[in-house]
Each structure stands twice: as structure tokens, then as C-alpha cells.
């Protein structure tokens, strides 16, 4: 089975602290992904990686960086984080489209357990 | 842009009895279609994938069906149990960039 392990369940950080989420997965995937998930705005990527030392922003990059310096881990930075970061971080991968066979369960995505931050 | 809507927002049935979850997109042009279950405060389960070359996929009381020119699909749950109770999410993946993009999910309780 595939795993996806996100390094914390829970943290708890103060305004303007330099925060860093981890993910790391076990099967070899080529994409990795960082969403958030917010009450009543659903799941939004942040950012997401193609290959080492790749990635593309989301639809909200704006306050966060990535690092992807191994392929089985994908980083998340708060640079200065703020109380409206306040959320459900959640990683994901999947195989990728380029390494696969090239059909749709290629990109069949699977999740970490997620990380509850909280900004005070 | 690819949008994803779930409706209704949230559903309660009886125990026993089967249900059906509503997923719409409005761009055809995707690889698949993934429905992942997540109870509070977890992360997200797939419970079944469909390639958008396929009509419908089984798992156990799970059937998820998939029509890729109206853009919906659904979710079948035969028999339910209290142990259904949690948030359905659809996520479809787009063609030409692999992203997934979510609806905002469907609350599903069974009662007891």
C-alpha cells in the first residue's frame, strides 16, 4: 500500500515563526502536492511538484515555499506565518503520467493523515 | 477553470437504506475521477477511481458511476451503516497538468 506520512498531526505556532511541514511517501511517486483545507472553502492547492526540485504553484501560493531536494519528500514553508494560515495542511502523491503507463490510474492520488496548524 | 459542485451539502438516512451522492464537473476533459472518504479531523481515503474511459467502478457496497460528457458522476452506497458516517469528497484530475481539483464534499450521518 502506498504511505504518505505528514511529519505532525498538530502544531501550534506563533505569528511571524518560520514553519516547516513535512511529507514524505514510500512508493517511488513523481507528483507530490500540498493542499489546505478550510470550512466551507474546501480543498485549495498550494503548490504542487512534478519532479526534484520542481513545482508549479496553486491556486494560493501566496505566503508559503516548497522544497523538493529528494523525490520521496515535499516540504511546506511558512516564511512568516500569520494567524489566517491557520488550517488543515494536507500532502498528497501519484505515480505521474510520465513515468506510467500513461492511462488515468497513473494519476491516482493518495493523501497523508494531515496536519491541524494553529496560529496564535 | 475547472469547477467541481456536490450537492446536497450534507444527508441523513436511516440505517439499511441505500443512498446516492452527486458529483458535477464542468470540463470533460480529464483523466479521472477519484472519491475519497474523510472522517473529522483525518485525512482523505480514496475508496474508488475511475479512468475517464470507463463508465463505473464496484468496491464492496460502494459503486461509483462516471459520465464524463454531462460531467457527473455518483456514488452508490448499498446497505449503509453507521460506519458510513463521514465526509464524501469528488476530485477530478485534469487533463494536461495532473492537478486535482475538489468539490467541497457531501456530509454524510446515518442514523441508527
Known amino acids: 500500500d502506498v504511505k504518505v506520512t505528514q511529519s505532525s498531526r498538530y502544531l501550534v505556532k506563533r505569528t511571524g515563526e518560520k514553519v516547516f511541514l513535512e511529507c514524505v511517501q514510500d512508493m517511488d511517486h513523481e507528483n507530490m502536492f500540498w493542499y489546505r483545507q478550510d470550512p466551507g472553502l474546501g480543498l485549495r492547492l498550494i503548490y504542487f511538484?512534478?519532479?526534484?526540485?520542481m513545482k508549479e504553484k496553486g491556486d494560493i501560493p501566496e505566503g508559503y515555499s516548497v522544497s523538493r531536494e529528494k523525490k520521496e519528500r515535499f516540504s511546506l514553508i511558512l516564511e512568516s506565518a500569520s494567524t489566517n494560515q491557520t488550517s488543515m495542511y494536507l500532502c498528497?502523491?501519484?505515480?505521474?503520467?510520465?513515468w506510467g503507463s500513461g492511462v488515468g490510474e497513473d494519476t491516482e492520488a493518495f493523501f497523508g493523515q494531515g496536519t491541524r496548524l494553529t496560529v496564535v | 477553470k475547472q469547477e467541481v459542485t456536490q450537492i446536497p451539502a450534507a444527508l441523513s438516512v436511516p440505517e439499511g437504506e441505500n443512498l446516492v451522492l452527486n458529483c458535477s464537473f464542468t470540463?470533460?476533459?480529464?483523466?479521472?475521477l477519484q472519491w475519497f472518504r474523510q472522517d473529522p479531523g483525518k485525512g482523505l481515503t480514496s475508496l474508488l477511481l475511475i479512468q475517464s474511459s470507463q463508465r463505473e467502478q464496484t468496491s464492496g457496497r460502494l459503486n461509483a458511476s462516471l459520465d464524463k460528457s454531462s460531467g457527473r458522476s455518483t456514488l452508490y452506497i448499498a446497505a449503509s451503516q453507521p460506519g458510513d458516517s463521514a465526509t464524501y469528497l469528488c476530485a477530478v484530475t485534469n487533463f494536461g497538468n495532473e492537478k486535482l481539483t475538489f468539490g467541497t464534499g457531501t456530509r454524510l450521518t446515518i442514523i441508527p
Open positions: 498528497a502523491s501519484s505515480l505521474g503520467l510520465s
Open positions: 511538484s512534478y519532479d526534484v526540485k
Open positions: 470540463d470533460s476533459a480529464i483523466y479521472n
